[in-house]
Structures are given as C-alpha cells and as structure tokens.
C-alpha cells in the first residue's frame, strides 16, 4: 500500500479538492491493476471501475476511460478518431506523459494536458471509481465529474468482454 504521501497521490488528491470533486481517494489494501481487483476490493460491480488506458497517436498520449466490464475496441476508436490504427503506449510512454504507471493512472494529474475520451458506458453507473495516482488508490467520482474534470470527449469506446477473455483494460 502506498504512503498517504506518495508523491502522485497527493498530487491527484490535491486536483481532485482544486477542482471540486468532492470524492476522498481511498487506500485500497492490495495493489488493483484490474477492474476486476479494484471491484473487488470496493464491492461495486466492474462496470463502475473506470480503465484508464494510454495509447500512442503518432507521438502524442491519448487516455481512453472505459467501462471496466468492457475492452477498448481499438478498430472503433480508431476509426472515431480518423486514423488509421490505435496502438498501445508502452511503459516509459505512459509513465513520460502521465508521470504515472500503468496499473495506476489517474484521469488528472499529468505534466501536460491529455486528450481524453470517456466512454459512455460509465453514464450507467451513479458512482464511477478512478485510479488515483497509483495501483492501490482509487476515488469515487461521476460520469460527468470525469468528463468536466478530463475536459474529456464521451464516446462508445468499448467492446463488451467475452466471458473468458482476458480482461485487457487496466486501471
């Protein structure tokens, strides 16, 4: 479990309070880099777990928030976006733009702004959980809370999970 000082952290907590959220991020005692982990530790259903997910675009970050009972669909979003493919950031990519690590990004909180799509899934969900700066921290939030405090663009971003298949959305 990280510090209650850990340096993301404070910084997503400090963001959170500057931009009116009213939610408390919340220690949770196990690292969650799933959905699955994260809805666990919470008792709320996956599909209240917002993913947060990097994906290089020709160089620059994009952050896809989606519903964590579902996968991003990258021919989709993709073609929402225009172009031709959709990949995966790496490691030092996300770390680099978020200034977090993957397991652990926050919607807010990054050196520059991100642009950000927020699929319309969460809509579903009075209250929606976000990572909060690292694996092990969360913050209670809303559907519009995230698309106000992203400047967030909501979109249908994901593909219904098989039962079965690996869920590829992490926190």
């Known amino acids: ?19 009116g959220v009213p939610g408390e991020v919340r220690h949770l005692p196990d690292d969650a880099r799933t959905a699955a982990a994260a809805a666990d530790q919470l008792g709320v259903p996956v599909g209240a777990i917002a993913n947060s997910l990097v ?3 020709g160089g620059n ?4 928030l989606t519903s964590g009972s579902h996968r991003v669909d990258e021919v989709r979003v993709a073609e929402f976006l225009g172009i031709p493919a959709l990949p995966r950031a790496t490691p030092e990519f996300v770390r680099r733009h978020t200034g977090q690590a ?12 991100i642009g950000t ?5 969460l809509a579903r969900h ?6 909060a700066g690292h694996p092990a921290t969360v913050f209670p939030t809303s559907y519009e809370e995230l698309l106000r405090i992203t400047e967030g663009t909501p979109a249908q971003v994901g593909a219904a999970t098989v039962p079965g298949h ?6």
């Open 1 to 19: 479990m990280p510090s209650p000082d850990h340096p993301r952290v404070t910084e997503v907590a400090r963001l959170l309070r500057a931009t």
């Open 55 to 57: 994906f290089d675009v």
């Open 61 to 64: 970050p994009l952050l896809v």
């Open 102 to 113: 993957i397991g652990g990004v926050a919607p807010i909180g990054h050196p520059e702004p």
């Open 117 to 121: 799509l927020v699929d319309v899934e």
């Open 126 to 131: 009075e209250v929606v959980w976000a990572a």
């Open 166 to 171: 690996p869920q590829v959305a992490a926190l």
